[in-house]
């Protein structure tokens, strides 16, 4: 087994063929699933904004929780959680580059780096988002009194807010790309 692992190479396949010249050349060709979204170019087209969109309210959502001064904030176990929250939102707004880029008619690797690296990122944002609300409620309960109670319920709104946003895009995706055909 190589170093790199690379979960595709069983979907493309080649065949050697002589050229005009009698050069003996290979001929790749694609023969894994092909993933056909449910309509044509224009209809994914109009896919494009809302999926850009919500990945910037994600974005926005989180830079929000920063933006708020909780007491909280300066305990580390409640900021690297929220920290690792960037990186489902960074990642979902990649996929959503990579689903620009693809036609309707997808192979495997364009469909896993485009809509289903969309999906697991907003999935993966609502648990870190979860795990952050759980952090921020212990350090509450464990610190009565020391800190200014305002701060820290807007600070775990955000968190809902971002986890709101996750699943209205879980419902535009349940809507849109839910009935995508796999052709052998």
């Not at 595709?8 to 092909?34: A, I, Q, W």
């Not at 994600?58 to 920063?66: D, E, P, R």
């Not at 289903?116 to 999935?123: D, G, K, L, P, Y």
Request: overall charge positive; hydrophobic content about 40%.
């Amino acid at each position: 087994m190589g170093i790199l692992h690379n979960p595709y190479k069983d979907d493309y396949d080649h065949r050697p063929d002589v050229d005009k010249k009698g050069r003996f050349k290979d001929t790749f060709f694609y023969k894994g699933n092909l993933y056909i979204l449910p309509f044509d170019e224009d209809e994914k087209k109009k896919t494009h904004l809302p999926c850009l969109l919500f990945g910037l309210l994600m974005i926005v959502s989180i830079i929000l929780q920063g933006l708020i001064n909780q007491t909280s904030s300066r305990t580390i176990w409640i900021v690297l959680p929220y920290m690792i929250q960037f990186l489902p939102a960074l990642i979902y707004i990649v996929g959503t580059v990579e689903y620009m880029g693809a036609t309707p008619r997808m192979t495997r690797q364009q469909y896993d780096k485009g809509i289903s690296r969309m999906r697991f990122c907003a999935i993966s944002l609502i648990v870190i988002a979860i795990c952050s609300i759980l952090c921020d409620i212990v350090y509450m309960s464990t610190r009565a009194g020391e800190y200014e109670l305002k701060l820290e319920v807007m600070y775990l709104v955000c968190h809902l807010a971002t986890i709101a946003i996750c699943l209205l895009f879980g419902r535009y995706y349940n809507k849109k790309f839910s009935n995508i055909e796999i052709q052998k």
